[in-house]
Each structure stands twice: as structure tokens, then as C-alpha cells.
């Protein structure tokens, strides 16, 4: 039985004939069957512009924005002496577009399924012309076929942000996982992001959506790896914007790269994983600009266990402190306040208590919300402090290791601590300091645990 991979390019990977060539190459190398590509780069901002342009009162700007986009949809096949069928196929689908702007124009209304149908041009533009770069680079021993996502990834109808409906899935891919399992000269080319409800109207997965595709359809065709392509070379044990210092890891746990997603690093979204975690699929993720770096591999276990994998930080936070003299000693207090939070569905990063008071951090903008905060008036004394930073140690048996506190507050030195938050997993703990020193915060504890 042949063994299926799938292999997922980002918009950089796709942004022009050079780069969606390249991708092409490493599809070649690493015998990925199932290639899920997202729109080239920069289009789906377009699309995005060109929604808003629809409702406003310039028709010229709106034939122009979508002569720009075919322009540069067709100059890549130019490059790529693409055939007629993909040229034509690419002027039909600018057409369709053309088609759906006019309604929202007349309409002066884009509705979230309206939405979903234009986004769903970008991903089903680059996957056309990328069905033929493969083809090129494989050469004629092999057979590349373009399929329409929308026919596989099957989603509730909660437009702009659908959740996929895995038996479903399941089922319809079980014809692509045959194929791919019987003939090792089949290769498939398919949309990220972009799927159908079971009434056939197309959605989407919510903007970045296309490593979650790659990860649903790995699930559903019992793929042995998925690999993610993008343009920075795996997962680096810090931002090396702040850090220049910042390695990159090359494996990691799921659980370990879920705590680092939620903590503030700008790698794969957890739920992208959840899918390849549940089936317990390994995820790499590399460079398509640079394919023979080691990259980061996303494990259910790894050899190594670091005690600190990587440091996160998550900027713009709130710090709530809610006061009671009445909690002393009673019970029901923490109950009170969480309703308040699961009524605005707002959700707490760290949170530590005492006798009479709990501290919770949020995001900046939830101080914003007057009647939130009117609620939580009613528990007690309410304090709020801005502009804070969590910055976060993620690794292992973080919990249980002897002297960490004590290294991390001589790693940071004199900087202000606000609060710490450790105990709840074995993978995290977070201290928080303000914003104008977070940057340093973790530049020092980078020094103090990984450097
Ligand atoms: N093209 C979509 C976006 O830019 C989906 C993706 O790239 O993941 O959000
Ligand atoms: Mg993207």
C-alpha cells in the first residue's frame, strides 16, 4: 500500500510562477499525493477589498480590481506556459467573480454567504494554475487532478467561520484515500480554506483556514504525514524579532505546540491540529523557500523533553482584579464571576486568587465592553490595569521542577513581575509584566533557559 502525505502551500509559496514552481519541486521530493494550496498572496486581502469596494458606488474600480486580479493570475501562466484549458479556466472563474460583485453592487449587501463565494475564487484560482505546475514537474509518468474541495470538506452552514462535519468528510474521501493507497502515480491538487454544506452552498473555514483543511484532509484519508509549507523554516523556540537568538525547534509535542499557539506564538492555530492530533498524524512544518532545512517536526511524543521547549508572549492585556470582603470563607464566588465571562464569551489567559479577590488577565479591548464590566461591578471592587504582556515558558514538568521560580525570577532580573501563574500544567508557566517590558522579559529568560 502506497503511503499518503499531504503537503499544504501558504499564499508566499504560491505567490507567483517562481514560487509555485518551487512548491511544485517539493511536492516532488516529498511524494506529498494531496496538495491543499491557499489563494496566491495577497488575494484574499483583495477579495476582501473588493466586498467593501461592492457596496460603495464605483463600478469602474470594481471591474478594475478584478482585472488586476486576472492579470496576475494570467501572467503567472503565462510564465509557466500554462495550456489554454488553465488560461480559460482562470477567465471564467474572474468571470464568476465579475458575476458575484455586480450582485452585491445592485444589492448595496454582502451577506456572509456572499462572502464565502468570493473568497472561495482566490483558492480555486491558485489551484488551477498550481494543477499544472505539478503536472509539469512530474512529467508525463504521472497524472495530476484538480478537485474541488467543496465536494470533500463538508461543513456546517455557519458561513465565514464552518465547522467541518468529519463523518461526512470521511465518507467522501474514502474514493481519494482508494486511489491514493492503490496507485502511487496519482497525485491530487485541492483548495485549503474553502468547503460546502450538505446543501451545497459554499463556506469557508474562517481566514487562515487552509492548514486546517490540510489537517482534515489528512484525517480523512489516513495520511502519514502532513506537511506544512510556509515561509519561515519550522517553529522557532521564541519570535526571532525579538529575539535573534531564537532557534528552531525540530520536534515538538502536540500538547507543547497547542500551549505555545494559545500563548501568544504565531504558529499553526491549535484547532489546525486538533484533526492530525486525534488521528495522531505527525505535522512538519518548513520553508518552501528553503525545503532542505531540517524544519519542525509536531509529534503525540518526542524523544527529547526540554524543560523549556520555547518562551511565548501575548501582548495587550488586561489585568482584572475582582475584590469582595464577603468572600471570606464562602463558596459560590468564582462560579458568579464565570458566568459573567461565559455570557459575553469571554475568554481568561491566567488568573490567580486570594481570600478575597481574583485576578484574571484578558485581552485590552474587553475593558472596552461597559456593560461586561457592569456585570462584574456587581460581584465586587473592580480594578483594571492595562497594557500588560504574559510571557510564557512552555515546556515540560514545568510544574514539578525543583527550582524554575527561583531561575526564572534570576533570569529576569529587576523587572517588574505583576503576577505568575504556574501549577495548572505541566507545560506552562507565565509571569506578567508590563508591555514596555515584555520584549526584555523574554530576551532574558530566552538567555536564561534556551540561549
Ligand atoms: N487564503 C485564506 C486567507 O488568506 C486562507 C489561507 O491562506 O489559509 O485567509
Ligand atoms: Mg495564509
Known amino acids: 500500500m502506497a503511503k499518503i502525505k499531504v503537503a499544504k502551500f501558504g499564499g508566499t509559496s504560491m505567490a507567483d510562477a517562481k514560487a509555485m514552481l518551487r512548491s511544485a519541486s517539493v511536492v516532488n521530493t516529498h511524494q506529498a ?29 470594481l471591474e478594475k480590481t478584478i482585472e488586476e486580479l486576472r492579470e496576475k493570475h494570467l501572467n503567472i501562466c503565462i510564465e509557466i506556459q500554462a495550456d489554454k484549458i488553465i488560461t480559460d479556466r482562470v477567465d471564467q472563474l474572474c468571470r464568476e ?22 473568497y472561495s475564487i482566490g483558492e480555486r484560482l491558485s489551484s488551477t494554475i498550481f ?58 491538487v485541492t483548495q485549503g480554506f474553502i468547503g460546502k454544506t450538505i446543501e451545497g ?15 482534515i484532509f489528512g484525517e480523512a484519508i489516513n495520511a502519514t504525514e502532513i506537511q506544512i ?17 531564537a532557534k528552531i525547534i525540530h520536534e515538538i509535542t502536540f500538547k507543547e505546540a497547542a500551549e505555545m499557539a494559545i500563548f501568544g ?7 489546525t491540529l486538533v484533526p492530525a492530533r486525534r488521528s495522531s498524524i505527525p505535522v512538519f512544518v518548513g520553508s518552501s523557500y528553503e525545503p532542505d532545512a531540517p524544519g519542525t ?22 489585568l482584572i482584579t475582582i475584590s469582595n470582603p464577603s468572600m471570606a470563607h464562602a463558596h459560590g464566588f468564582l462560579a458568579l464571576i464565570f458566568k459573567v465571562f461565559e455570557a459575553y464569551d469571554i475568554s481568561v489567559d491566567a488568573i490567580t486568587t486570594s481570600e478575597i479577590s481574583v485576578a484574571m488577565t484578558v485581552e485590552n479591548r474587553v475593558s472596552q465592553n461597559a456593560s461586561f464590566i457592569q456585570e462584574l461591578e456587581s460581584l465586587g471592587k473592580i480594578k483594571l490595569e492595562e497594557n500588560y504582556s ?62
Open 33 to 61: 499525493n494531496l496538495t491543499v494550496v491557499s489563494a496566491t498572496s495577497g488575494t484574499t486581502n483583495k477579495l476582501e477589498e473588493l466586498m467593501a469596494l461592492a457596496q460603495g458606488n464605483s463600478f469602474e474600480n
Open 297 to 318: 517536526w509536531i509529534k503525540e511524543t518526542s524523544e527529547n523533553k526540554p524543560l523549556v521547549r520555547g518562551i511565548t508572549k501575548k501582548d495587550n492585556q488586561t
Open 390 to 451: 504574559l510571557v510564557s515558558l512552555i515546556g515540560n514538568k514545568i510544574n514539578t521542577t525543583p527550582g524554575i521560580a527561583n531561575k526564572i525570577f534570576q533570569g529576569i532580573g529587576d523587572t517588574n513581575v505583576r503576577m505568575i501563574c504556574q501549577g495548572a500544567s505541566v507545560h506552562n508557566f507565565c509571569v506578567l509584566v508590563r508591555q514596555e517590558n515584555g520584549n526584555q522579559a523574554v530576551q532574558q529568560l530566552h538567555r536564561a533557559f534556551i540561549d
Open 201 to 215: 452552498e459554499t463556506t469557508t473555514l474562517g481566514r487562515g483556514g487552509s492548514d486546517y483543511s490540510a489537517s
Open 97 to 118: 467573480l465579475l458575476t458575484l460583485a455586480k450582485g452585491i453592487y445592485f444589492l448595496k449587501e454582502c451577506t456572509p454567504k456572499a462572502k464565502d463565494r468570493i
Open 265 to 271: 506564538a504565531k504558529i499553526l492555530h491549535p484547532t
Open 229 to 245: 509549507w510556509t515561509d519561515v523554516a519550522g517553529i522557532a523556540t521564541t519570535d526571532p524579532r525579538i529575539c535573534p537568538n
Open 131 to 188: 494543477t499544472e505546475c505539478l503536472q509539469q514537474v512530474l512529467g508525463p509518468t504521472v497524472t495530476v487532478s484538480f478537485i474541488d474541495a467543496r465536494d470533500f470538506l463538508i461543513t456546517d452552514s455557519n458561513f465565514n467561520k464552518a465547522k467541518p462535519l468529519t463523518d461526512e468528510i470521511k465518507n467522501r474521501c474514502q474514493i481519494l484515500k482508494d486511489t491514493l493507497e492503490t496507485n502511487s502515480s496519482q497525485y491530487y
